[in-house]
């Protein structure tokens, strides 16, 4: 791993370590008896590398050392809270195997529970977030990530759940976050432990500040990243403090602004953990595990690096031995540490909402399965909240538990983007063939929400490349419940066709088009949607290159018709679906009544199955498209086929014709897991299809069959693939693809 990737993740993960943070408490008849000395155990932030405190754990527990209470900040307190909440070490290495960069850092709900708005986006060639317009001005997230994702694995890491104070827990816990208004150290001894452990977390510019009680708290690394002091605040006799923080970078691998951020960072903790150190009297005990070239973001690493912990734990043994309690009082004081503190699974009385300038907190509360009168389960609730950051419209999702007179009143903290509701995404789309054609698209859409209470949406999209074309429509939702919506829009659109004979392109057809539709459609909840609509106007089609008995006329065609789409969306994936469903309709009645020039009835529709074994997948898909009665399609409104995974072996859109029959079988495996992407996968297609009432005369119209062997790898620009197409006629195709080919 390059030194700039791990100082990223490094930075990404500080925030999450802090996060986990659990301050601490000993029930009644836990406290230390008072002929021995309090011990208090102190695990500094250290990212992924963190994972060696649970090591020093299992080697305390070894040699029976009691741990009478747990100062902890960013991983420490990730680990300390878990391990002061009753998590045993057992558990605690279970869940380390479960751990990885995709499972904290990941942060969209899965697909098949977003909005079919944002679904939607999905087939578009957006490579950047979204972001945000106001006063003339762009405006980014605060981090990389937002903290939602990390918050729900935190809530199960620790047992004990709600809010609380920490001297409750089995054992006592500390966990330190900074206040980056005041720059001072922020010391919790009651809250709700995955909030605070994210407070505690939250690395400038990766993670994005919890707001918290008013302040802005970001990682304690910055101030107190070993908290000995915590420790004797708690009344520590003997404080043995575990260091695993990041060292310095070498001279070398200060080669980027990552890196010297990166560098920043450390030099800040590494003078408080200096600090600290020189704070440690001759009773205390240091243990430093030696961590070589594991990274603080080596998050999926994480079993391999724990056992280093046990290793620097035994080196001191002959420190450890002295604190040992016999057998059977420490026994008996681990399992009391064990009682898990019970969940606050009560039902609430209402659920609140925080004041919102744009957003309908209603349509929050129609999203959520959590209901009132209803016993409160955690994992639905923490869904509930990726669910709502998944709306696109806040920067941070969290919630908290109040009491007021009587009353359990659930409050769901909805930050919304602080530059408000309009946003700007662009994308890119490139697309190659070896010895052919070159083709690029360039997109950037504006997009204006909650211009009303029921959400109304207006979308203004610009492309330039292969299709150029500006189009704008207005999203106007009828309820908040129901899903019925209206949507007028208008579209100015020139796309380049090309037309083959064979292998050999022989013409080349230039459409310009105006239109203008409306749309009545309803939402199918999270599954799909479906439209009926009208669309009227105008287009041109033009030889730009090839025979005139190709020529489809140079007269403006009026345009009229009739639409009916419909679509089921259950994809978990749109570049690299790995489970799930989709199937498409599409019905295009054109009509003189609503001023075309040609009257015809063109359907098509598609679908897409996959599974997966393992790392292995496979995936079918179909397309069929044809004419309803004896009107043929215009030349201007064929179907078009051929290419990268619409019948490998052949040039894009080397087909055109009236009537398509393909179906397609595939089988891929991810070669590379990804961090915050999908990684890389390694496949092959089997293809086969036919092209019927073909525009060029003589074009084949059997079926013909074809294969490909590919890459495709899921990047900050988006799915790239690389691929090789063969036909069974022996034509043959290279591929390279930025964005969707499909």
Not at 266 to 283: D, G, H, K, Y
Not at 365 to 386: C, H, K, P, S, Y
């Amino acid at each position: 791993m390059k030194s700039s990737t791990r100082v990223l993740l490094a930075m990404l993960w500080l925030g999450i370590a802090s996060a986990t943070a659990a301050p601490s408490a000993a029930p009644a008849g836990a406290s230390p008896q008072a002929k021995r000395p309090k011990i208090c155990v102190v695990l500094s932030g250290g990212g992924a590398r963190g994972a060696a405190h649970v090591g020093v754990l299992k080697t305390l527990e070894k040699y029976r050392v009691p741990v009478d209470c747990i100062a902890g900040t960013s991983m420490g307190a990730l680990v300390g809270a878990a391990y002061a909440s009753g998590v045993s070490v057992a558990e605690m290495e279970n869940i380390l195997a479960g751990i990885s960069t995709e499972l904290l850092f990941k942060e969209k709900p899965p697909r098949q529970e977003q909005s079919m708005r944002r679904k939607q986006d999905d087939y578009r060639i957006f490579v950047t977030p979204e972001l945000g317009v106001a006063g003339g001005e762009l405006g980014i997230a605060k981090g990389v990530v937002s903290g939602v994702q990390l918050e729900t694995v935190l809530r199960k890491l620790a047992r004990a759940k709600g809010y609380l104070r920490f001297d409750a827990l089995p054992i006592p816990f500390r966990a330190v976050a900074t206040d980056l208004v005041t720059g001072k150290a922020v010391v919790f001894d009651e809250g709700e432990l995955a909030n605070v452990m994210r407070a505690s977390m939250s690395v400038p510019g990766a993670v994005a500040p919890a707001e918290f009680g008013g302040m802005v708290l970001v990682d304690g690394m910055l101030t107190s990243n070993l908290p000995v002091a915590t420790a004797r605040a708690m009344g520590a006799d003997i404080v043995i403090a575990v260091n695993v923080g990041t060292p310095l970078l070498e001279r070398e691998e200060l080669n980027g602004v990552v890196g010297i951020m990166g560098q920043m960072l450390n030099i800040l903790t590494e003078q408080n953990v200096q600090v600290a150190i020189a704070s440690l009297t001759p009773r205390d005990i240091l243990i430093t595990p030696e961590l070589g070239t594991f990274s603080t973001g080596d998050f999926d690493h994480l079993p391999k690096i724990a056992p280093h912990g046990e290793q620097a734990a035994e080196a001191v043994a002959d420190r450890l031995a002295p604190l040992s309690l016999d057998g059977a009082e420490y026994a008996a004081l681990r399992i009391r540490q064990q009682i898990a503190v019970p969940a606050d699974e009560r039902p609430v009385d209402e659920i609140r909402f925080a004041t919102m300038r744009h957003v309908n907190p209603q349509s929050l509360a129609a999203i959520m399965e959590t209901r009132t009168g209803q016993r409160v389960d955690q994992d639905t609730l923490d869904r509930d909240m990726v669910r709502v950051y998944g709306t696109g419209d806040f920067e941070h999702v969290n919630y908290r538990f109040l009491e007021e007179a009587g009353r359990r009143i659930l409050v769901v903290d909805a930050v919304e983007k602080t530059w408000g509701r309009d946003t700007l995404r662009l994308g890119i789309g490139l697309s190659a063939e070896l010895g052919g054609d070159s083709n690029f698209n360039l997109l950037a859409r504006y997009r204006k929400g909650w211009i009303n209470p029921l959400g109304g949406e207006w979308r203004t999209e610009l492309q330039l490349g292969r299709t150029s074309a500006l189009r704008t429509e207005f999203y106007q939702p009828l309820s908040l419940v129901g899903g019925l919506f209206v949507s007028p829009s208008l579209a100015l659109e020139r796309r380049s066709t090309p037309v083959y004979d064979g292998q050999q392109r022989v013409a080349v057809y230039d459409i310009s088009s105006r239109q203008a539709g409306l749309d009545v459609g309803s939402l199918l909840g999270r599954y799909g949607e479906v439209r009926l609509g009208i669309v009227v106007g105008a287009l041109k089609p033009r030889l730009d290159t090839g025979p005139p008995s190709l020529s489809p006329g140079d007269q403006s065609i009026g345009a009229g018709a009739v639409t009916l789409r419909a679509v089921l969306d259950q994809l978990n994936s749109v570049s690299f679906p790995r489970s799930g469903w989709r199937a498409g309709l599409k019905l295009y009645r054109s009509t003189a009544q609503l001023g075309a020039d040609d009257e015809y009835f063109k359907w098509d529709v598609d679908g897409t199955a996959a599974a997966s074994f393992g790392e292995h997948t496979f995936s079918v898909s179909a397309k069929l498209g044809g004419r309803y009665g004896a009107d043929p399609l215009p030349r201007y409104d064929l179907f078009q086929w051929g290419g990268f995974l619409q019948m490998s072996g052949y040039r894009t859109g080397q087909f055109a014709g009236g009537n398509l029959q393909y179906l397609r079988a595939m089988y891929y495996r991810r070669v590379l897991r990804g961090s915050l992407f999908e990684g890389a996968y390694g496949g092959v297609s089997l293809e086969t299809g036919r092209m019927r009432q073909a525009l060029v005369p003589g074009s084949p119209e059997g079926w013909l069959r074809s294969g490909s062997v590919f890459v495709g790898l899921d990047t900050v620009i988006g799915p790239t693939y690389l691929g090789y197409g063969l036909a069974s006629d022996g034509t043959s195709q290279v591929y390279f693809y930025v964005g969707r080919p499909f």
